[in-house]
């Protein structure tokens, strides 16, 4: 390949955002002369092409990059400038380049795709190359950095970087502008559209940080929501195709299909899909990042988090951080997503664990009242060993109307054995963020917990009417299948949509078969799921000491619950309903002593709610007071 190269160090790599093309002199790529200042690409005889500008600028990167692959990322940096970039917008710019290519050379130049890795040029052997011998250099990269270059330094240069890049935006736009485009559809849908409209616009309604304006109008939009929409034909789904498009470079944002039987119910899906997302990017927690550029970013760290795609949302974060390092929306971004890394990452769980706490303090150091910062100091405190409820109270006691926070302060009081008093942060979490699964979920859990069956069949309903297509619900989805009174036909609707995850496909079926036919269950097929469950993850000890105690074998569950870590993960189904006759034996006790939950309950000066059993066979003070053997 006739391409001056330039060796290249990753970081600096990374740094470089796009040169202007007007400085980037012509080059040759096999037989095709390229001239970046005109945009032109010149072939054997007459062909030539004249291509847009990030066409041109994904070609010069590629050549830059030579012989060695040059990933998303990479692009990304060096032709979108770092800003929010989907699949499909790198993907259509190199569909576009290559039919370039092919149209000017054909096959004397492709590019190769090399999976999980990148893009590089190909030159065929025995191309023709031109005879412009001015045509066979590429201007001189950026300046070159060594490989053993200081961390320091190449923080420096992210950071001049990133005031470079919000320095071009004017600090006071406070807010995003978003247009809603036109439905597009298949066929006549003049009702979809106008009514899912008018439910996008009623959820978004108490956003200050978003502006509705009319698409085309005097006010430009810094993001454009565009919905396609197929009624049902021969198929019995109607779907509806969202995208949330970044209007400074035409990237999206976030997309995603609703599919429903009726045409109210993808309506209804898609509008809480649009709000959550937009509601979690936008949170007032995230108003000190001030330029849209970060807004747009910290949506798609949003988008991340809510398909619980870590990586990225860690990736998104830290760009975050380097724009804004004076914010604690992005610190704490950033620190949750580290976190929930370290969950996925076992062999690097301590020093991912060290490194969210000390992200989630430096979010603390710029704001002590943020709830968003609280969630994450807890989740980082929880990492570390440390119990997070102290920093979940004081969280919620400085913001008591972050919806996330309230979501984890429930759990924490599940966990802690505060059934009955997790049940209203939930139900306020949900009240502040109607269409948020996460506190939906939260609150279902709560409800099933403090036994209150009838209202969690009524939200069970909601989440399956609205959630039903998100691959995260499929515990609280069948959850409450367990207690209908007709056991057979609930097993028949397991079946028809079990969940996602096996393992918890296997166990859920399990115990819907011990309620549909409790003397045929087959106990050696139990122990078998339950010892690889617990082989894979030792706080399946926990679930399995649940399930076997529902299912009517206590001692079963005791044996279980002396295998359980102290990793309290899991425990907050032993003081569901179904396990009261755990929580009577002394045995139970001794293991919450074990684990640490009774000191909590004693530094708490308040008993869980199972000590006011009057069917418990001790005293849970009398207990408390008993050394541990």
């Known amino acids: 390949m006739n391409i001056e190269q330039t060796p290249f160090d990753y970081p600096s790599r990374h740094l470089r955002g796009p040169e202007p093309l007007a400085h980037v002199r012509m080059f040759t790529v096999g037989p095709i002369t390229v001239e970046p ?28 990059s030579g012989e060695v692959p040059c990933s998303r990322d ?12 989907g699949d499909d917008a790198v ?11 092919s149209a000017v050379a054909g096959d004397a130049v492709a590019i190769e795709t090399i999976p999980k890795v990148g893009y590089r040029l190909q030159v ?39 005031l470079l890049g919000s320095a071009m935006i004017p600090r006071s736009q406070d807010s995003l502008a978003m247009a809603i485009e036109p439905v597009t559809a298949s066929r006549g849908t003049v009702r979809f559209a106008s009514d899912l409209n008018a439910e996008i616009s009623r959820l978004m309604s108490p956003m200050t940080a978003l502006t509705l304006v009319e698409p085309g109008g005097s006010t430009a939009p810094d993001l454009s929501l565009k919905v396609s929409y197929t009624p049902a034909a021969d198929s019995a789904e109607h779907s509806a195709q969202v995208q949330l498009v970044d209007r400074l470079n035409g990237a999206v944002v976030w997309a995603k299909e609703f599919t429903g039987p009726a045409a109210a119910i993808v309506r209804e899906r898609a509008a809480y899909g649009i709000a959550g997302v937009l509601r979690c990017g936008l949170h007032r927690s995230s108003g000190d990042l001030g330029d849209p550029v970060s807004k747009r970013l910290y949506l798609a760290a949003c988008d991340a988090v809510e398909a619980f795609d870590w990586p990225r949302a860690h990736s998104l974060a830290r760009q975050i951080v380097a724009r804004r390092p004076d914010s604690a929306a992005s610190w704490a971004c950033l620190a949750l997503a580290t976190a929930n890394l370290a969950h996925a990452t076992p062999e690097q769980r301590s020093a991912l664990a060290i490194e969210a706490e000390r992200q989630a303090r430096e979010a603390l150091s710029i704001d002590p009242d943020s709830g968003l910062a609280h969630q994450a100091m807890a989740a980082a405190s929880e990492l570390t060993g440390r119990p997070a409820m102290p920093m979940l109270e004081e969280g919620v006691r400085r913001d008591p109307e972050h919806s996330g926070l309230l979501a984890r302060y429930s759990r924490a009081l ?11 942060p939930a139900q306020r979490a949900s009240a502040l963020e109607p269409n948020s699964y996460f506190a939906a979920q939260a609150q279902l859990l709560a409800l099933l917990g403090a036994g209150q069956l009838d209202e969690a069949a009524r939200l069970d309903a909601q989440v ?5 297509d998100s691959h995260n619900t499929g515990y609280t989805r069948n959850a409450i299948l367990f207690y209908q009174n007709d056991p057979i036909r609930a097993l028949t609707a397991f079946d028809r949509d079990p969940p996602v995850n096996p393992s918890l496909a ?21 122990d078998r799921f339950t010892s690889a469950a617990f082989a894979r993850d030792s706080k399946e000890a926990w679930y399995n000491a649940f399930s076997a105690v529902r299912m009517g074998d206590l001692e079963r569950g005791f044996a279980w619950l002396e295998r359980a870590p102290r990793d309290a993960r899991g425990v907050a189904t032993l003081f569901w309903p179904d396990a009261s006759g755990m929580r009577r034996d002394r045995r ?28 418990l066979t001790y005293d849970c003070k009398t207990e408390a007071e008993k050394p541990v053997l």
């Open 506 to 526: 296997t166990r859920q079926r399990l115990e819907l078969q011990w309620r549909a036919a409790p003397s045929q269950l087959n106990w050696a097929a139990f």
């Open 74 to 85: 990479d692009l990304v940096s060096e032709c979108w400038d770092r800003r929010i970039v």
């Open 588 to 615: 139970f006790f001794a293991k919450m002593k074990e684990i640490g939950h009774v000191e909590s309950w004693i530094a708490r000066r308040e008993w869980p709610d199972f000590c006011a059993d009057p069917k």
């Open 124 to 162: 065929a052997a025995g191309a023709i190359e031109p005879e412009d011998e001015a045509g066979r250099q590429i201007a001189e990269a950026a300046p070159r950095t060594s490989r053993g270059v200081h961390a320091a330094a190449v923080a420096a240069l992210a950071a001049m970087a990133a």
């Open 414 to 424: 599940a966990e802690l054995g505060y059934v009955r008093a997790a049940v209203d």
């Open 464 to 468: 399956k009417r609205i959630w039903n």
């Open 37 to 64: 200042a005109l945009r032109k690409l010149r072939g054997p005889g007459e062909r030539q092409a004249l291509v847009e500008p990030l066409v041109m600028q994904v070609l010069v990167a590629l050549a830059r």
């Open 91 to 101: 993907n259509r710019i190199i569909s576009i380049l290559r039919r370039h290519l």
